[in-house]
């Protein structure tokens, strides 16, 4: 696969009890935070930019501390845009709305 930068957007919800999900969630973006690479937390989900190989390493390490913390079942829903001859930047899309 080319090298290009591309936006994964993830959202996991952890089967956890329901005052326990804010928690599991937040280990999930504390991996994402850690690993440098620049992101962006929404309501539903939380948009990524980078290359294919690393965000796919970000998810599965997300998944991993979810479970650590106590999550039985994960539903994981991802969402990647991909270009084949250009990068896709978080900016390209939601910049304008920057305030």
């Not at 326990?20 to 504390?30: F, G, Q």
């Not at 929404?42 to 991993?64: H, N, S, W």
């Not at 501390?65 to 270009?83: D, E, H, P, T």
Request: hydrophobic share 40%; glycine share 6%.
């Amino acid at each position: 696969m080319h090298q290009h930068t591309v936006n994964l957007a993830l959202q996991i919800v952890p089967q956890v009890a329901s005052d326990k999900v804010y928690a599991v969630v937040d280990e999930a973006i504390a991996v994402i935070q850690a690993s440098g690479v620049k992101y962006r937390v929404c309501p539903f989900e939380t948009v990524m930019e980078g290359r294919y190989d690393e965000l796919m390493d970000i998810v599965k390490r997300a998944q991993e501390v979810c479970f650590k913390a106590g999550a039985g079942q994960l539903l994981v829903y991802l969402k990647i845009q991909n270009n084949q001859h250009a990068d896709v930047t978080i900016e390209d899309k939601t910049g304008k709305y920057d305030g």
